[in-house]
């Protein structure tokens, strides 16, 4: 009986000196993977019950974007495997493989990047979407022609910002990105300076137009030479029709110059 | 286009020996997969515009309105195929469309009736807006059903060249749109305007379907109208009023609850209000 007890003590023995590093890398494998697995579970509840999953899910249904994985289940699966491997990095330093450590090492190093760019995309389609609607909205409450453009524009800013700032954090150099945008946004700006000179007063005589009434629809005026019934007010130009003839004018022309009211 | 509601359709089509066939489309792409069928007997219905560009084999045509309900919408695609004469009173039809809720095959019976002249009403408008007509339309037809807490009513909508109607009409009371943007097109309107409706006068609208007043009494007068008899001053009024400007007019008549709908001093269209 003691040879045998004798015997297992020593292999036990053995097996200790000679796999300690082996058995402490498999449990911190086992501990790293069931850690994942559960990190995976927790973002997916998290983003479930701040709403945070459907609100990303409506946002792409409505985008037509179909990658066949969706932002939230990336999150979680980026999340897990971040884990994963800092498991991996671990077990391999206990076993003291130095040269594919310091690889690791450096991939950890830049995990955080990782993570943050990740919340910086969730956070950038959050608050573009928020942006485009509400930017919709008033440009809709303003009766801007075509408002679903300046929403759909704010959107796509908001997301080449983040894009932008996403891309920096994983350290991708952004420079040629940075520029092409700041040229789009410049154009963009320009012809909305030179739109709004246009239209501007206009809206401004518009007003005048419409709360002071010097004229209303249905009275005769004469103005630059056109003579005509007023046959709509507008808030930038107002219609005249003669005979057989609409004439369209700018609101602000009404200012600027004489108007004749024919009185019955 | 689903590809399997389109064959499944020229199927039926063949199994219930209908005349013709009508899709109702509104993208390129759907034109672009019933081009490659290459059936000339397909008659296509649209609100997009920029599909009648092209010269096609088979029948395009313009619905100038944007109907919600589906009944109305296949009512009206009947009509426009009668009114382009492709098809005639009687012919069975075979009505396919696919939206992006519902996808819909329908065997119908195509009818020359009010639908028609709704159309024709709708599709000859230079100026005004076809929406506009539709809305007050809706909302004639509203009022005249229901009326306004069970007593019939009746109502004027003088609808386009407003300049001039204002200039041959007079206030009656305070108008309530005054300096407003209300549009009949918006659906809050609807109710409001019924409201509006125990004004005495008529409601003066836009091209573009903007409230410009309510309660307007307008000039009247005898010149060449011919009316059906039994119609008052309501109808009267208004007929003038369309003779004399190019506005159109819809009166919902107090005695007997239909809609009368007039254009250059000429009632075009009848219809009762439980029929629509």
């Avoid at chain 1, 150099?173 to 239209?199: F, H, N, P, Y």
């Avoid at chain 2, 382009?84 to 469309?97: A, H, P, Q, R, S």
Wanted: aromatic residues 6%.
């Amino acid at each position: 009986m003691s040879q045998i007890e004798d015997l297992l003590v020593k292999s036990w023995n053995n097996i200790k000196e000679f796999f300690p590093n082996i058995v402490a890398a498999g449990v911190i494998l086992i501990i790293g993977y069931i850690i994942g697995r559960l990190a995976q579970k927790g973002i997916d509840l998290i983003l479930k019950k701040t709403g945070m999953r459907r609100y990303l899910e409506r946002v792409e249904e409505r985008e037509g974007r179909d990658i066949g994985i969706s932002i939230s289940t990336l999150i979680g699966v980026i999340t897990k495997w971040i884990i994963y491997i800092v498991a991996i990095m671990s077990a391999i330093n206990v076993l003291g493989i130095t040269g594919l450590n310091q690889v690791i090492a450096q991939l950890v190093t830049y995990l955080p990047n990782i993570v943050f760019a990740m919340i910086i995309i969730v956070l950038g389609i959050i608050i573009g979407d928020k942006a485009a609607g509400i930017v919709r909205y008033t440009c809709e409450e303003l009766k801007v022609p075509k408002y679903w453009i300046m929403g759909n524009l704010t959107r796509y800013i908001i997301y080449a910002i983040v894009i932008i700032i996403a891309l920096s954090q994983i350290k991708i150099r952004t420079d040629v990105l940075i520029i092409g945008i700041t040229i789009v946004l410049m154009a963009l700006g320009i012809t909305l300076i030179i739109a709004l000179k246009e239209i501007a007063p206009n809206m401004a005589a518009g007003f005048h137009l419409i709360h002071d009434t010097p004229f209303k629809i249905g009275d005769m005026i004469e103005i630059d030479g056109n003579e005509g019934v007023v046959d709509n007010i507008g808030l930038v130009s107002t219609t005249i029709k003669t005979k057989g003839e609409k004439i369209i004018i700018p609101n602000s022309k009404f200012l600027k110059n004489v108007v004749k009211k024919k009185l019955q | 286009m689903n590809s399997a509601l389109i064959k499944k359709a020229l199927e039926l089509r063949e199994e219930s020996n209908s005349d013709a066939l009508i899709v109702y489309i509104n993208s390129k792409k759907d034109l672009e997969s019933i081009r490659s069928l290459k059936d000339g007997k397909i008659i296509i219905i649209t609100n997009n515009k920029s599909l009648l560009k092209k010269e096609e084999d088979f029948p395009v045509i313009l619905m100038p309105v944007e109907l919600p309900r589906i009944k109305r919408r296949i009512a009206l695609a009947i009509a426009a195929a009668i009114e382009n004469k492709l098809i005639e009173d009687g012919y069975n039809v075979v009505f396919v469309e696919n939206t992006d809720k519902y996808k819909i095959i329908s065997i119908e019976k195509a009818e020359d009736g009010i639908d028609h002249g709704i159309y024709r009403l709708l599709s000859k408008t230079r100026d005004i807006d076809p929406d506009v007509i539709y809305s007050v339309l809706e909302i004639t037809k509203e009022l005249g059903k229901k009326g306004r807490e069970g007593e019939p009513v009746g109502a004027t909508f003088i609808i386009g060249d407003s300049g001039n109607v204002m200039r041959r009409s007079t206030q009656i009371t305070y108008n309530p749109f005054e300096s407003s943007f209300i549009n009949v097109k918006d659906s809050v309107v609807k109710s409001m305007l019924k409201e509006y409706s125990r004004l005495d006068g008529a409601f003066i609208i836009g091209d573009d379907g903007r409230v410009i007043s309510a309660s307007r009494y307008l000039e009247s007068g005898k010149n060449d109208i011919e009316l059906p008899k039994g119609l008052g001053a309501r109808h009267i009024s208004a007929a003038y009023i369309t003779k004399v400007t190019d506005a159109i007019a819809i009166v919902l008549s107090e005695s007997d609850k239909m809609i009368r709908i007039f254009s250059k001093g000429k009632l075009v269209l009848e219809v009762d209000p439980e029929e629509l």
